[in-house]
């Protein structure tokens, strides 16, 4: 059992990996985009994806960073206000820097940006009744 509340914060450099993931996916794919519709300047594509996705962090960051999670003895509490009871957990999966919350109707949660998410992860699970 947990003793006292626990937080899951995101973290700004997991914030900034992952979206320069995002950045060079986008970049790779409009430049194939690019490619496959014949245009002859595909180079082009490159700045387009890290343009898109560097104003999509710059835009989203000041919400995403203060997106925290907050875990009880009983509750995991996120933003928006999402409640989730613990004993409603059925699974907990990382995927890169997020950790899935699943719940025993179906519903999905992601903590996002976590510096752990491994660590993350076992703090949940060790609270699970």
Avoid: C
Avoid at 46 to 58: C, D, M, S, Y
Avoid at 66 to 75: H, K, S
Avoid at 77 to 86: A, C, D, F, I
Avoid at 99 to 114: E, R, S
């Amino acid at each position: 059992m947990v003793d006292s509340v626990i937080r899951f914060a995101p973290d700004k450099q997991a914030y900034i990996r992952t979206n320069a993931w995002l950045a060079a996916v986008a970049m790779a794919g409009a430049m194939f985009v690019l490619w496959l519709i014949g245009n002859p300047y595909v180079w082009t594509g490159a700045p387009a994806g890290l343009a898109a996705i560097g104003l999509r962090a710059w835009y989203l960051a000041s919400e995403e960073m203060t997106a925290a999670w907050e875990m009880t003895e009983t509750t995991l509490t996120g933003p928006g206000p999402r409640t989730v009871p613990l004993n409603q957990i059925t699974a907990v999966n990382t995927m890169g820097s997020f950790v899935q919350i699943v719940t025993k109707g179906g519903d999905k949660h992601l903590i996002k940006y976590q510096a752990d998410p491994a660590a993350t992860k076992a703090a949940i699970e060790r609270a699970l009744p």
